[in-house]
């Protein structure tokens, strides 16, 4: 590694997990295209490689990034964030064992489970995050996790990482912390006393809307051990070229998201104001009620925005339609400015659930064109 541990973020997010090529000088991480790997006689490995389901060169560089990402011991890279999820559930949870999750989580993680979890004899409760009194009385003897987003996805509450890591600890039971919408620039739980950090790589660290990716990230060896078991056990792994792109797109995540914040506080200036806005959900305004939880836990509050409509439900689909830079399409964390409805779109697993989320919220992935642009197209849209 050709960082040392102390240095900055975006020092570490561009060198970390790969030192130019000994033999080629090359600065980048080859794209190693190789399923299987040469042995020296039966069972003598030349390089620590024998099959990429197992491990990979570019994967590793990619995994050693994470870590450093999360200023965490161990990182292992999937084939998409719900690969990760999958593999954390896995190992934390056993037939009969409880679990804790957000009122409002990402619906592909509420999906997978309340669809396939609950088959193999797992129960949840639903708890609000920003509220550590309803999280401590949903801790009963036999829950294992605690498992938050923060700021969560669509309704951007925050989750004390700290505060809630007090309850787990004292449970003696562990907390995952989906970090995919801050980004590990602007939070990172473990030092908040988290146990695994979870990201869709597919936003905000690969950036480009290019590359469907996951990772997990901890300081416990042996939770560590048991996801590079499942990982090769299952084999959800990301290909060669899947790790070079996400790599590629770490390098650049401190500008980015440095962006992506100065373009958010914009758009939420125009939003806040505008007639047709009901509320805009930002925690990086003072009346956000998890603004002072954000504040001591975020480098700063992040690309995201959802916003209620005042016409309701007719008016946030209008909204959704008529913006022309704001593409409307699933996914955040690109470059790209992205606008949706989580009612009918990324949330619609949810709907008759206690996760229901309001049918005038539109979501705002705000990206990192030039500002007047964006804040023209969605003058335009909401005229
Ligand atoms: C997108 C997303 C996921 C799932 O990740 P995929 O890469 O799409 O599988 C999980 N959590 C959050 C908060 C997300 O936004």
């Known amino acids: 590694m050709t960082h040392s541990d102390d240095s900055g973020f975006a020092t570490r997010a561009i060198h970390a997990g790969f030192m130019p090529d000994p033999v080629t000088g090359a600065v980048n991480v080859p794209i190693y295209a190789s399923s299987t790997f040469a042995q020296d006689g039966v069972g003598g490995m030349r390089s620590g490689y024998e099959y990429a389901r197992t491990g990979n060169p570019t994967r590793t560089a990619l995994e050693a990034t994470l870590a450093a990402l999360e200023g965490g011991r161990f990182g292992r890279a999937f084939a998409s964030?719900?690969?990760?999820?999958?593999?954390?559930?896995?190992?934390?949870?056993?037939?009969?064992?409880?679990?804790v999750i957000p009122d409002d989580a990402y619906g592909g993680t509420f999906r997978l489970i309340d669809k396939v979890f609950t088959h193999w004899g797992i129960t949840y409760t639903p708890v609000a995050v920003n509220d550590p009194?309803?999280?401590?009385?949903a801790v009963r003897e036999n829950t294992k996790a605690v498992w938050i987003e923060t700021p969560t996805n669509p309704l951007l509450n925050i989750g004390d990482i700290a505060g809630i890591a007090a309850i787990t600890r004292e449970a003696g039971i562990r907390l995952v912390v989906d970090n995919t919408f801050a980004s590990p620039y602007l939070q990172q739980p473990l030092a908040l006393d988290a146990d695994v950090v979870l990201h869709s790589t597919t936003k905000y660290i690969g950036g480009h809307s290019d590359v469907v990716g996951g990772a997990l990230v901890t300081d416990d060896e042996e939770l560590d051990a048991g996801f590079a078991f499942l990982q090769n056990g299952a084999g959800a792994v990301p290909g060669p070229f899947d790790a070079y792109l996400t790599m590629r797109g770490a390098k650049t995540l401190a500008v980015r998201m440095d962006r992506h914040c100065d373009n958010a506080e914009a758009v939420v200036d125009l939003l806040l104001g505008h007639p047709a806005i009901a509320q805009v959900l930002y925690p990086g305004l003072p009346e956000h009620p998890g603004h002072a939880a954000a504040a001591r836990q975020m480098r700063r509050f992040g690309g995201m925005i959802s916003v209620r409509l005042a016409g309701g439900r007719d008016a946030?689909?209008?909204?959704?339609?008529?913006?022309?830079?704001f593409t409307l399409a699933e996914s955040l964390g690109g470059i790209e400015s992205l606008i949706e409805h989580p009612g009918a779109m990324t949330h619609a697993s949810t709907a008759g659930s206690a996760l229901e989320v309001p049918d005038d919220l539109v979501r705002l992935s705000v990206g990192i064109e030039d500002i007047d642009d964006l804040v023209a197209d969605l003058e335009?849209?909401?005229a």
């Open 380 to 382: 335009q849209a909401l």
């Open 81 to 99: 964030g719900m690969a990760a999820t999958d593999t954390a559930l896995r190992t934390l949870l056993r037939p009969g064992d409880h679990l």
């Open 133 to 137: 009194d309803a999280v401590r009385a």
């Open 316 to 325: 946030a689909l209008d909204f959704c339609s008529r913006t022309k830079i």
